[in-house]
């Protein structure tokens, strides 16, 4: 949330279409052969760059990649920065929250007022991350 105004920092309807087809093109891309379960995200950077990733399943379950992980490695393979905007899709193209591990993940690259797209509607870091552990916590 924006700390000066209290309201949610501007991203149109054309940023928010233009991370959902990113997010749509990353899931196609997935590689999902054991729950068939395809995820794609992407995300807008503060210097306006879009980033994407999809999930990569792995048959030792535990080692699979959820798509926002590769999202933060593009993120960081295309320069760095902090994360704006976020939008997170399933196999129909339908808005999907992160899961905990993830919305830790984003917590920690995410800029001051980053909000992401939910099945919700448009929410803060803060709202699906309230009292996040971060860097401040060591």
């Known amino acids: 949330m924006n700390e000066s105004s209290g309201a949610l920092p501007v991203v149109g309807e054309p940023e928010w279409e233009t991370l959902r087809m990113a997010a749509v093109a990353a899931m196609e891309r997935a590689y999902a052969p054991y729950s068939k379960f395809k995820v794609g995200a992407a995300a807008l950077t503060e210097d306006g760059r879009i ?47 992160p899961c905990g591990r993830c919305r830790q993940l984003l917590s920690e690259h995410s800029g001051s007022d980053m909000v992401l797209m939910t099945p919700h509607g448009i929410q803060t870091m803060e709202q699906v991350l309230p009292d996040a552990f971060g860097p401040h916590n060591l």
Request: one cysteine or more; charged letters at 10%; aromatic letters at 8%.
């Open 51 to 97: 980033v994407s990733g999809c999930n990569v399943e792995n048959a030792a379950y535990g080692v699979t990649l959820c798509a926002e992980c590769n999202m933060v490695g593009e993120l960081f393979a295309t320069g760095g920065g902090k994360l704006h905007a976020f939008y997170c899709v399933d196999s129909s193209g339908a808005a999907l929250m």
